[in-house]
C-alpha cells in the first residue's frame, strides 16, 4: 500500500509538472527544463555540454532583441583557464635541527599549484593570528612581524566584532593570500579554526583540496609571484607546528575559541612544502549580450545582468543518479536573466542606459568567469554603472521578502526597496552571515572593480526559511536539483518582474553609487564612497 501511495505521489507530481501554464510561466519552464535536462550532463565548465547550453542562451538572447557583445562580434567572451589536480604533497618541519614530517590527510593537505607542476617552498615560519588588515578599524595582524621571505600560517576566518560582509571578505583565502604576499612572504598556511571546525572538520577540507582547482590563465604569469597557498593545516598539525616555540598553540586556540585577540609571533620553525600538480589548460566562454540604450547621454554606461551558466556536472550516483542536472542552481537564474531581456524587448520604452546581459562560465569553480569579465569587460570598463546577479533564487514557494546582498551599501539599496514594496515585498537581512554568501556569489567580481552590485535571492519570511532550508539540505549541488522539484512559477514570474523593474530604475534614474564611507566603496577607491 504504501510503494502504491508513493507511486500515486509521483505520478501527481509529474502531472502538476507536466500541466499547462500561462505563456510566460511557460517559458521559464522551457529555459529551464532544457538547461537541466539529463542531456548536458551537469554543464560543467569546459565540458561539450556547457558549450551546448551556451549556444542555447546565445539563441534565446537573439530571440529577445539582444545583439552580440562578446568578442569580434560573437556572443562569445572566451575565457582562459587553468585548471590542477594534487598529484602528492609533502610537508616538514625542522626546529633546532630535528625534522618533523607531518601527516598528509590528517595534519595537513597541500593545495595543488596552477603555475608549478613541482612545487618546493621553505622558510621560517611566522603566525599572523586571522591574517586581516583594516586600516578603518585599525586591525593589523601582521603589526611588528617581518615575514618578508617567509611563510604565514593563519587561522581561517577573522576576529570577532566585523561586519559579516566584511568579515567573508576578509575571510576569502585569496583575499589573506593577497595581503600576504604585499608584505613579502613566501607563501601562505591556513589554519583549522574554531569557526571552520564548528561548521565542517577538516576531512572535508581534505576532501576539498584533494580535487581539482581552477582559475583564468593569467597571459603574465603573475600568481607566480604572489604568496602561494601552500597548505591547509589541522588542529592537530598546528600542534606540531607551534610544539618548542614562545606562542603556545593551547592559548592560541583558546583565545580563538573564546573570541578574544591571539597572539602572533614567529615560530622559530622553518617549514618545506612539495607538492606535484598535474597542469591542464582549457577554454570556456562567457555568453554576452546587449540591448542599446535610448539616452544619448546616457546610452554608452551599462547595466550588468549576470547569472552562471556552468554547474558541478557528473559525480556520485545518488539513488542511481550521477548527473547533478543545477535545475535551481542556476537554470533558473539563466532563465530569469533571459526572461527580463524578453521583457525589455516587450516594453514601449527601451531604457536610457544600455543593459549588458552575460551568461557567466566557472562559477562553481570559484567565481571565475564573472572575475574574468569584470577585470576585461566587453565594453570599457569605466562604462559598467552597476551589477545586477541572479544566482539560485528558490522558486518552490511564494516568497514573501527577498535577501539582497551588498543592496544597503550603495544606491542600489533605496532603488530595490522601492520596487519590492511595489510589489508587496520587503527586504529582510541576510538570515544566514555565517555561510558568507556575499563573497561566494558572482555580484562579488564587480564589487571588487569598484561596481555597486547586488545578488537578490527569495527571502526566509513565511514559508521561505523551511523551503530554503530543504532545498539546501536535499538537494543543494545534488541530482535531485531536477525538473522533479516543485517549481512555484508563478513565483518564478515575479522574480523576474522585480529583476525587470530593479533594472529598468537603475538604467533610467541617477548613477548608482556608493554610499558614503562605505567599507568596499572605499576599499576600492570609489570617489563616491569617500
Given at each position: 500500500?504504501r510503494?502504491?501511495?508513493?507511486?500515486?505521489?509521483a505520478?501527481l507530481?509529474?502531472?502538476?509538472?507536466?500541466?499547462?501554464?500561462?505563456?510566460?510561466?511557460?517559458?521559464?519552464?522551457?529555459h529551464?527544463?532544457?538547461?537541466?535536462?539529463?542531456?548536458?550532463?551537469?554543464?560543467?565548465?569546459?565540458?561539450?555540454e556547457f558549450?551546448?547550453?551556451?549556444?542555447?542562451?546565445?539563441a534565446?538572447m537573439q530571440a529577445?532583441?539582444?545583439?552580440?557583445?562578446?568578442?569580434?562580434?560573437?556572443?562569445?567572451?572566451t575565457?582562459?583557464?587553468?585548471?590542477?589536480?594534487p598529484?602528492?604533497?609533502?610537508?616538514?618541519?625542522?626546529?633546532g635541527?630535528?625534522?618533523?614530517?607531518?601527516e598528509?590527510g590528517?595534519?595537513?593537505?597541500?593545495?595543488?599549484?596552477?603555475t608549478?607542476?613541482e612545487?618546493?617552498v621553505a622558510?621560517?615560519?611566522?603566525?599572523?593570528?586571522?591574517?586581516?588588515?583594516d586600516?578603518?578599524?585599525?586591525?593589523?595582524?601582521y603589526?611588528?612581524?617581518d615575514v618578508?621571505?617567509?611563510?604565514?600560517?593563519?587561522?581561517?576566518?577573522?576576529?570577532?566584532?566585523?561586519?559579516?560582509?566584511?568579515?567573508?571578505?576578509?575571510g576569502?583565502?585569496?583575499?589573506?593570500?593577497?595581503?600576504?604576499?604585499?608584505?613579502?612572504?613566501?607563501?601562505?598556511?591556513?589554519?583549522?579554526?574554531?569557526?571552520?571546525?564548528?561548521?565542517?572538520?577538516?576531512?572535508?577540507?581534505?576532501?576539498?583540496?584533494?580535487?581539482?582547482s581552477?582559475n583564468?590563465a593569467?597571459s603574465d604569469?603573475?600568481?607566480a609571484?604572489?604568496?602561494?597557498?601552500l597548505?591547509?593545516?589541522?588542529?592537530?598539525?598546528?600542534?606540531?607546528?607551534?610544539?618548542?616555540?614562545?606562542?603556545?598553540?593551547?592559548?592560541?586556540?583558546?583565545?580563538?575559541?573564546?573570541?578574544?585577540?591571539v597572539?602572533?609571533g614567529?615560530l622559530?620553525?622553518?617549514?618545506?612544502?612539495?607538492?606535484?600538480?598535474?597542469?591542464?589548460?582549457?577554454?570556456?566562454?562567457?555568453?554576452?549580450?546587449?540591448?542599446?540604450?535610448?539616452?544619448?547621454?546616457?546610452?554608452?554606461?551599462?547595466?550588468?545582468?549576470?547569472?552562471?551558466?556552468?554547474?558541478?556536472?557528473?559525480?556520485e550516483?545518488?539513488?542511481?543518479?550521477?548527473?547533478?542536472n543545477?535545475?535551481m542552481?542556476?537554470?533558473?537564474?539563466?532563465?530569469?536573466?533571459l526572461?527580463?531581456?524578453?521583457?525589455?524587448?516587450?516594453?514601449?520604452?527601451p531604457?536610457?542606459?544600455?543593459?549588458?546581459?552575460?551568461?557567466?562560465?566557472?562559477?562553481e569553480?570559484?567565481?571565475?568567469?564573472s572575475?574574468?569579465?569584470?577585470r576585461?569587460?566587453?565594453?570599457?570598463r569605466?562604462?559598467?554603472?552597476?551589477n545586477v546577479?541572479?544566482?539560485?533564487?528558490?522558486?518552490t514557494?511564494?516568497?514573501?521578502?527577498?535577501?539582497?546582498y551588498g543592496?544597503?551599501?550603495?544606491?542600489?539599496?533605496?532603488?530595490?526597496?522601492?520596487?519590492a514594496?511595489?510589489q508587496?515585498?520587503?527586504?529582510?537581512p541576510?538570515?544566514?552571515?555565517?555561510?558568507?554568501?556575499?563573497?561566494?556569489?558572482?555580484?562579488?567580481?564587480?564589487?571588487?572593480?569598484?561596481?555597486?552590485?547586488?545578488?537578490?535571492?527569495?527571502?526566509?519570511?513565511?514559508?521561505?526559511k523551511?523551503?530554503?532550508?530543504?532545498?539546501?539540505?536535499?538537494?543543494?549541488?545534488?541530482?535531485?536539483?531536477?525538473?522533479?522539484?516543485?517549481?512555484?512559477w508563478?513565483?518564478?514570474?515575479?522574480?523576474?518582474?522585480l529583476?525587470?523593474?530593479?533594472?529598468?530604475?537603475?538604467?533610467?534614474?541617477?548613477?548608482?553609487?556608493?554610499?558614503?564611507g562605505?567599507?568596499?566603496?572605499?576599499l576600492?577607491a570609489?570617489?563616491?564612497?569617500?
Amino acid at each position: 500500500m504504501r510503494q502504491a501511495l508513493l507511486g500515486a505521489a509521483a505520478l501527481l507530481l509529474v502531472a502538476a509538472n507536466d500541466a499547462p501554464l500561462p505563456e510566460d510561466q511557460a517559458a521559464m519552464r522551457a529555459h529551464v527544463a532544457f538547461l537541466a535536462d539529463d542531456a548536458l550532463k551537469g554543464r560543467q565548465t569546459g565540458s561539450p555540454e556547457f558549450d551546448v547550453a551556451a549556444a542555447y542562451v546565445a539563441a534565446q538572447m537573439q530571440a529577445a532583441g539582444l545583439a552580440p557583445a562578446g568578442e569580434n562580434g560573437t556572443w562569445r567572451q572566451t575565457v582562459p583557464l587553468v585548471a590542477a589536480r594534487p598529484l602528492g604533497a609533502t610537508a616538514t618541519l625542522t626546529r633546532g635541527g630535528k625534522p618533523v614530517a607531518l601527516e598528509l590527510g590528517s595534519d595537513f593537505i597541500g593545495r595543488a599549484s596552477l603555475t608549478h607542476a613541482e612545487r618546493e617552498v621553505a622558510g621560517e615560519v611566522v603566525f599572523a593570528g586571522y591574517g586581516v588588515v583594516d586600516p578603518t578599524r585599525g586591525i593589523d595582524d601582521y603589526r611588528g612581524l617581518d615575514v618578508r621571505d617567509r611563510i604565514v600560517a593563519v587561522l581561517y576566518g577573522t576576529q570577532p566584532g566585523l561586519n559579516s560582509e566584511v568579515a567573508a571578505h576578509y575571510g576569502d583565502r585569496a583575499v589573506k593570500a593577497d595581503l600576504a604576499a604585499r608584505r613579502g612572504a613566501r607563501g601562505i598556511v591556513f589554519i583549522e579554526s574554531a569557526s571552520t571546525r564548528a561548521s565542517y572538520d577538516f576531512q572535508a577540507i581534505v576532501e576539498s583540496w584533494s580535487g581539482p582547482s581552477m582559475n583564468w590563465a593569467r597571459s603574465d604569469d603573475a600568481r607566480a609571484v604572489a604568496a602561494p597557498q601552500l597548505a591547509a593545516i589541522s588542529q592537530a598539525g598546528a600542534e606540531k607546528l607551534f610544539a618548542g616555540s614562545k606562542l603556545n598553540w593551547s592559548r592560541v586556540r583558546a583565545a580563538d575559541a573564546a573570541k578574544r585577540p591571539v597572539p602572533t609571533g614567529p615560530l622559530a620553525v622553518t617549514a618545506a612544502f612539495s607538492q606535484k600538480s598535474e597542469i591542464v589548460r582549457l577554454t570556456s566562454a562567457n555568453i554576452v549580450g546587449r540591448l542599446a540604450g535610448s539616452d544619448p547621454a546616457l546610452g554608452s554606461e551599462h547595466v550588468v545582468l549576470t547569472a552562471h551558466l556552468d554547474h558541478i556536472g557528473v559525480g556520485e550516483p545518488v539513488n542511481g543518479d550521477a548527473i547533478n542536472n543545477g535545475a535551481m542552481d542556476n537554470a533558473m537564474g539563466i532563465a530569469a536573466m533571459l526572461e527580463v531581456a524578453r521583457t525589455f524587448r516587450d516594453a514601449d520604452t527601451p531604457p536610457k542606459r544600455s543593459l549588458l546581459f552575460v551568461a557567466l562560465t566557472a562559477e562553481e569553480e570559484g567565481l571565475i568567469g564573472s572575475d574574468y569579465f569584470a577585470r576585461h569587460p566587453t565594453v570599457p570598463r569605466g562604462a559598467i554603472v552597476a551589477n545586477v546577479n541572479l544566482d539560485m533564487p528558490i522558486m518552490t514557494y511564494k516568497f514573501e521578502d527577498i535577501v539582497a546582498y551588498g543592496a544597503d551599501r550603495s544606491s542600489i539599496g533605496p532603488a530595490l526597496a522601492a520596487v519590492a514594496t511595489a510589489q508587496g515585498l520587503r527586504l529582510s537581512p541576510d538570515p544566514a552571515p555565517e555561510e558568507s554568501n556575499f563573497v561566494r556569489t558572482d555580484h562579488y567580481s564587480f564589487v571588487k572593480q569598484g561596481v555597486p552590485s547586488v545578488s537578490i535571492d527569495a527571502g526566509p519570511a513565511g514559508p521561505g526559511k523551511m523551503a530554503t532550508a530543504e532545498f539546501l539540505e536535499k538537494h543543494y549541488h545534488q541530482p535531485s536539483d531536477d525538473m522533479k522539484l516543485p517549481f512555484d512559477w508563478a513565483s518564478a514570474r515575479r522574480f523576474v518582474a522585480l529583476n525587470y523593474s530593479l533594472t529598468r530604475a537603475l538604467a533610467d534614474g541617477p548613477r548608482p553609487v556608493w554610499n558614503k564611507g562605505d567599507f568596499f566603496g572605499t576599499l576600492y577607491a570609489q570617489p563616491s564612497a569617500q
